[in-house]
T-cell receptor, first 114, second 113 residues
Framework: DAGVIQSPRHEVTEMGQEVTLRCKPI?????LFWYRQTMMRGLELLIY????????DSGMPEDRFSAKMPNASFSTLKIQPSEPRDSAVYFC????????????FGEGSRLTVL | AQSVTQLDSHVSVSEGTPVLLRCNYS??????LFWYVQHPNKGLQLLLK??????LVKGINGFEAEFKKSETSFHLTKPSAHMSDAAEYFC???????????FGTGTRLLVSP
């Protein structure tokens, strides 16, 4: 079975540009998470969805970040405008709602903002 | 609130020797505890989890961890290290049944021949 699929794997952009990261969760999973990983701050939960509905977005750094889940098989994380401090690896993970904590991670999208 | 402290940022072992990665936790509620592993340039993978059953938990690839409430610890062990075990390991806590996970800062395991 396919795991969590993220795209792009690598993105290099210039400050001020819009960035869109994409995620396809594992089929049948009803929870989806976006995490950010940096050397300084480690792994941070940005937002998570249950049944396509955002449950907790308290980790979203600021209004420049937005996330959507239009259907059960697709989610996006958008940064507009991007800044150098947004450089990080962004992970998408999915799970079954009733298996709290058992997350399946994608391989991540490495974002570099120049 | 929940938090975890991974006591070592790096651990170096020789192949074939035991592995011990230390983790202490703090939780206002009955905790669920997890260990995740991250190989270079990869996503995280669940190694094992503790929810409320047996305090000694067995995971994949020969790893196990023991929940010790009196010591608020959840250390990860493996009897014999393999080269393929070289990776970053994260101790994770959540309030039982809750979806928000709190990750530790990670321990990098180095395995030498």
């Amino acid at each position: 079975d396919a795991g969590v699929i993220q795209s792009p794997r690598h993105e290099v952009t210039e400050m001020g540009q819009e960035v869109t990261l994409r995620c396809k969760p594992i089929s049948g999973h009803n929870s989806l998470f976006w995490y950010r990983q940096t050397m300084m701050r480690g792994l941070e939960l940005l937002i998570y969805f249950n049944n396509n509905v955002p449950i907790d977005d308290s980790g979203m750094p600021e209004d420049r970040f937005s996330a959507k889940m239009p259907n059960a098989s697709f989610s996006t994380l958008k940064i507009q405008p991007s800044e150098p401090r947004d450089s990080a690896v962004y992970f998408c993970a999915s799970s079954l709602r009733d298996s709290a904590g058992e997350l399946f991670f994608g391989e991540g999208s490495r974002l570099t903002v120049l | 609130a929940q938090s975890v402290t991974q006591l070592d940022s790096h651990v170096s072992v020789s192949e074939g020797t035991p592995v011990l990665l230390r983790c202490n936790y703090s939780s206002s509620y009955s905790p669920s505890l997890f260990w995740y592993v991250q190989h270079p340039n990869k996503g995280l993978q669940l190694l094992l989890k503790y929810t409320s059953a047996a305090t000694l938990v067995k995971g994949i690839n020969g790893f196990e961890a023991e929940f010790k409430k009196s010591e608020t610890s959840f250390h990860l062990t493996k009897p014999s290290a393999h080269m393929s075990d070289a990776a970053e390991y994260f101790c994770v806590v959540s309030a039982r049944g809750f979806q928000k996970l709190v990750f530790g800062t990670g321990t990098r395991l180095l395995v030498s021949p």
